[in-house]
């Protein structure tokens, strides 16, 4: 197992998730996420949400090798990071709509499930592209 390919894919996974959350969450849809009541907190704690992409990330990249045997390792990060974002969606999507009262639901759950595909199709290609490539001898 190689702590600098684990390091490299949870590094990527943290840089490419805040580049699409940040402008998904703050910019592009956040007075929708007011509206719908799934905001709660005036200012968000970016150290909670960091510690969370964090550990996701350090999974993510500590289980991958285990899973990807062969093939396109493109395809095969793509496939394992969405399957890892099905355990993270549920969380984000269902339980947070469980916990808090977020209406309409439907729409969250819609929009998490996509901001949460182009997030976990984006690392996945990373996690294949770190993983892909043949440790030198």
Not at 113 to 130: D, H, K, R, S, Y
Request: proline share 4%; glycine share 8%; aromatic share 14%.
């Amino acid at each position: 197992m190689s702590i600098k390919k684990i390091i490299l894919a949870t590094i990527s996974y943290v840089i490419l998730t805040m580049a699409v959350a940040y402008p998904w969450h703050m910019v592009l849809f956040h007075d929708m996420y007011i509206e719908m009541g799934a905001y709660t907190r005036a200012i968000p704690s970016i150290p909670l949400g960091m510690s969370a992409m964090i550990l996701q990330g350090l999974v993510i990249a500590y289980l991958y090798p285990f899973y990807y045997k062969s093939g396109n390792p493109i395809i095969q990060g793509i496939k394992f990071s969405l399957i890892m974002g099905l355990a993270v969606y549920s969380a984000m999507g269902f339980a947070m709509a469980a916990k808090i009262d977020i209406n309409p639901i439907s729409k969250f759950l819609l929009f998490s499930l996509m901001f949460q595909i182009i997030q976990f199709v984006l690392t996945g290609i990373a996690l294949g592209l770190i993983y892909g490539k043949k440790d030198a001898q």
